[in-house]
Every structure is written in structure tokens, then in C-alpha cells.
């Protein structure tokens, strides 16, 4: 018997990720159609012999309460929300509700972290643990970064005959290795006692300390990578499976747009029913199709008039209006949004509830990988550079934006509830 922990943090997280979860949990922002961390189910209930999925975090239960009942209705597994009193670090969670992954006696349980999205080989990565029965503790998903960019993460060393990890860095200052920790593992139940030993560490240090560091709280807070893994490299007990699959973090609103491209592209693989179809003539007895260009996602709530045109990589959420003569690319329109006549969207998200007038042009900037740079991973490039300026990314519209008529939005980011006046560019509208 399996389970699977995905971790998904909180409110005070993800801040890179606003305006977009300023009305809506991070976790919950739906990419190609459905929520963040849907993808994650969808890939635990493929594995074989699954029996739970245990989402741990400390937003409000109330927040994943609806989530959690329409995703146990739709997959027919038991699904559990599980609230930290406070933010407990990537592995303080798993420890403090050890009783309610161990329980059950499953033989392992894998670990995701909430904000990548990939193309998840967990059933390969179940395979490869029960190769190492008895010696891995934690097998962790790697692959490989550039040079450059692989200090941005967490660096693996590993044997290459036996995959055991021999060297494990946590964002080093210098260069360790190319390849890098995926944040997905697949842990043996014996890793709560490593996280034990560390628990009872730390609180040791604390009272040795007489509290003068701390608030009672530091010894729940544990991290996987830099308390567990860093400690557990070399002594065999740490393996890695390497993977060559299509993977990202999902930190910023712009790598949104780019997991967006991606989830749409698996779909040809295992859900083509999910992908609009671009019909150029209607069917007896029914209207026209809009005109499609490659991967479309259209909630079947939207209404698309059948003279717009979308595509490729664009996602339209529950409720969203696309007008007449309306241009949408590489973009996602949120639920209940409104396009007006003849607008253009490119490389932009549309938030919920918001307003593009008729013949108006938002656009973004893409910030892709480096197509020329093999491994090139998603960067996620801070706001303002050194100047001082708005560093170009996608144009993002929060909830409820109203943009005028005959007006030019560029690479722009519009809080919620703003009603624009005039034409932007490169600015952040408050």
C-alpha cells in the first residue's frame, strides 16, 4: 500500500506570485484548465496500489474544503487536507502528522512539492525504489540544469553505476553539479526517524540554549533538503532518479503562461478530450467553431464567438467571454472574464471577473528558457532590475480589472478592482 503527501505551503508564500493569488490559494490557480495541484493527483492516481493522497499546508481549511470534495468525487480516492498550526518547513510537516501517513503501515509514500509541474514518472520512480528496497531511504526525481543555473537549486552528486547520491547541496554559492532535485521523492516509513533525530536535535538545542534563539516553535520547523538530505548524502541511504521528462517550478505568475504551453502539449497523450477542436466547418445542426491554432483549452461554461481565433497554448476559464474578432495567444483567460470585440491578448493573463474593452491590446513579454541552452530551466527573474525598472514579463490583469477601449496594456502588471483610464507600459498599476 502507497500514499502520496503534497505540500503546498501557504499564505505568506508565493508572494512572487501575485496578483494572482491575491483571491485565489496559489495551489487552487488553474493551469491548462484545472487547478495547480490537480496535475499532481492526476499523476498520483496512475500509480498502482495508491490508497491516499494528504495535502499539507497552513492555509485555512476552509480555502481547499471544496477543492477536496470535488477531487475525491471526480478520482475515487481518499483525499485529506491537513493544516499546520504554522509554517513547519518542507519536512516539519511530514513529522508532525506522522501518525497520519504511517497509518495504514503503507510500505512508502511519495512527496511533491505543490509548486512544480512536470511530467511526473512517479510509477518509474516507485520501480527504481523497491530496486533499492533496504538500503534507499529517499529516492529523489532530478534532471539536469545548466551550469549556471543549477546553483539556483538543490545540487545532487551521484555514483554513476549505483545512483546512490554521494553529495547533496542545497542552492550552493559555487558551482557543485548540473543536475539538480526536482522536489519529488519517494521516501521508505524508516524516514521518520532521521526526521525524529533532527526534531529531537533541535529541541534539544533549544532548551540547552535556554530559549534565547527561539519561540518554542524551532523545533518543528525541519527542512527535507538542508536537515534530511544534506546529512543523509553518502551514506547510502539516498538515491536519484534521473529524468529527462518535461519539468519546471511554478514560482512566478509569468512561468504560469509556460506551464500552461506544456500541460496542454501532455494532453495529446492522455486526456485529447480536454483540447478545443479547431472545426472549420460546422457539423449539421450545429454553429461554427471559433478558429483554432494548436493546443486550445475552453471550459465548456466559456463562450467563444466563432469568429475569434485563439491559439496556440491559451486556456479559457469557466464563464469567460471571447468576443467577436478577438485574438487571443499564449495567454489564460480566468473565470468570467470578459474579451470585447476585436481585442488582442498575447503572452498575458486575464484575471477573474475582468473587463477588455473592444479593440484594445494586451501583451506581455515571454520569459521562456533560452531555446539555445540545452537544459535551460524557466527563469525567475526578480521584478525590478538593477535600475530600478520593471524588468519585462508577461502582463498580468488581477481580479475584476477594467481596461477601456482602443487601449495599449504592455507588459504590465494591474492590481485587482482598478478601472485603467489610459494606455501603460511597463509599469505596476496599484
Not at 503562461?257 to 500541460?263: D, F, Q, S, V
Not at 475552453?298 to 464563464?319: D, F, K, Q, R, Y
Not at 498580468?396 to 480589472?401: A, F, S
Request: a negative charge; aromatic letters at 8%.
Amino acid at each position: 500500500m502507497l500514499k502520496a503527501v503534497i505540500l503546498i505551503g501557504g499564505p505568506l508564500k508565493g508572494t512572487r506570485f501575485r496578483p494572482l493569488s491575491l483571491d485565489i490559494p496559489k495551489p487552487l490557480f488553474p493551469v491548462a484548465g484545472l487547478p495547480m495541484i490537480q496535475h499532481h493527483i492526476e499523476a498520483c492516481v496512475k500509480i498502482p496500489n495508491l490508497k491516499e493522497i494528504l495535502v499539507l499546508g497552513y492555509y485555512p481549511a476552509s480555502e481547499l474544503a471544496q477543492f477536496v470534495t470535488d477531487m475525491v468525487n471526480e478520482y475515487k480516492v481518499n483525499i485529506r487536507y491537513l493544516q499546520e498550526f504554522t509554517a513547519l518547513g518542507t519536512a516539519g510537516g511530514l513529522y508532525h502528522f506522522r501518525d497520519q501517513i504511517r497509518s495504514g503501515n503503507p510500505e512508502a509514500f511519495f512527496v511533491l512539492n505543490g509548486d512544480v509541474c512536470a511530467d511526473f514518472p512517479l510509477v518509474e520512480m516507485l520501480d527504481f525504489h523497491k530496486e533499492k528496497k533496504g538500503s534507499s531511504l529517499v529516492t529523489i526525481m532530478t534532471t539536469e540544469a545548466t551550469r549556471q543555473q543549477s546553483m539556483h537549486y538543490g545540487c545532487i552528486v551521484q555514483d554513476r553505476d549505483t545512483s546512490e547520491v554521494t553529495h547533496y547541496v542545497e542552492k550552493p554559492s559555487t558551482f557543485v553539479s548540473t543536475l539538480i532535485n526536482c522536489g519529488v521523492y519517494i521516501c521508505s516509513i524508516e524516514i521518520f526517524q532521521t526526521f525524529a533525530a533532527v526534531f529531537n536535535m533541535r529541541q534539544q538545542e533549544y532548551y540547552n540554549d535556554a530559549g534565547g534563539n527561539g519561540n518554542g516553535k524551532e523545533a518543528a520547523v525541519i527542512y527535507l533538503e538542508t536537515d534530511v538530505l544534506m546529512p543523509l548524502a553518502g551514506t547510502g541511504c539516498v538515491f536519484a532518479l534521473q529524468t529527462s521528462n518535461w519539468w519546471s517550478q511554478l514560482k512566478t505568475a509569468g512561468s504560469a503562461i509556460y506551464a500552461n504551453r506544456h500541460y496542454l502539449a501532455l494532453y495529446h497523450s492522455w486526456h485529447t478530450d480536454r483540447l478545443a477542436r479547431g472545426d472549420l466547418t460546422a457539423e449539421e445542426g450545429k454553429e461554427k467553431s471559433c478558429n483554432i491554432i494548436g493546443d486550445v483549452y475552453i471550459h465548456p461554461t466559456a463562450t467563444v464567438h466563432n469568429t475569434a481565433t485563439l491559439g496556440p497554448n491559451v486556456s479559457i476559464e469557466a464563464g469567460a467571454v471571447i468576443g467577436p474578432g478577438v485574438r487571443v495567444r499564449e495567454s489564460i483567460v480566468l473565470s468570467g472574464a470578459i474579451v470585447s470585440d476585436h481585442s488582442l491578448v498575447l503572452h498575458s493573463i486575464v484575471g477573474r471577473g475582468s473587463h477588455v474593452g473592444q479593440w484594445a491590446r494586451v501583451e506581455g513579454t515571454p520569459c521562456d528558457p533560452n531555446p539555445n541552452k540545452p537544459f535551460a530551466k524557466m527563469e525567475n527573474p526578480s521584478l525590478f532590475n538593477s535600475d530600478g525598472r520593471l524588468n519585462p514579463s508577461i502582463t498580468i490583469l488581477g481580479c475584476n480589472v477594467t481596461v477601456p477601449s482602443e487601449v495599449i496594456l504592455l507588459n504590465s502588471i494591474v492590481l485587482p478592482h482598478k478601472e485603467l483610464t489610459r494606455s501603460f507600459k511597463n509599469e505596476i498599476i496599484l
